[in-house]
Nanobody, 124 residues
Framework: QLQLVESGGGLVQPEGSLRLACTASGSISDSYTIAWFRQAPGKEREGVSCILIPSGNTDYADSVEGRFTISRDDAKNTVYLQMNSLKPEDTAVYYC?????????????????WGQGTQVTVSS
């Protein structure tokens, strides 16, 4: 059984930065994708970024391309999401997930494991 715990959320001003962390306990399969999703009030959950195990290939939603960077530290079993130039529209609960479908990495339904989420609020 894989457990995921997110951390690093908080309140930040527009154009500020935050780094989210997703720490896994348990075994991460070599067929997994680790992804970050977010969900704002009244909106559907959307994929933000993902990283493939073991290749390290990454993908980003158009809305965050160039501002967010996903990375992983295998020694710490942790995946990070560095978020720069944050905008009010980035405000959401951010979730990490493991599993996925490599053809459709931002399909939330294909992920087997989810963290509890961490709130990110971008506001002046």
């Amino acid at each position: 059984q894989l457990q995921l715990v997110e951390s690093g959320g908080g309140l930040v001003q527009p154009e500020g930065s935050l780094r989210l962390a997703c720490t896994a306990s348990g075994s991460i399969s070599d067929s997994y994708t680790i992804a970050w999703f977010r969900q704002a009030p009244g909106k559907e959950r959307e994929g933000v970024s993902c990283i493939l195990i073991p290749s390290g290939n990454t993908d980003y939603a158009d809305s965050v391309e160039g501002r967010f960077t996903i990375s992983r530290d295998d020694a710490k079993n942790t995946v990070y999401l560095q978020m720069n130039s944050l905008k009010p529209e980035d405000t959401a609960v951010y979730y990490c997930a493991a599993g996925g479908n490599r053809l459709y990495p931002f399909s939330a339904y294909d992920y087997d494991y989810w963290g509890q989420g961490t709130q990110v609020t971008v506001s002046s």
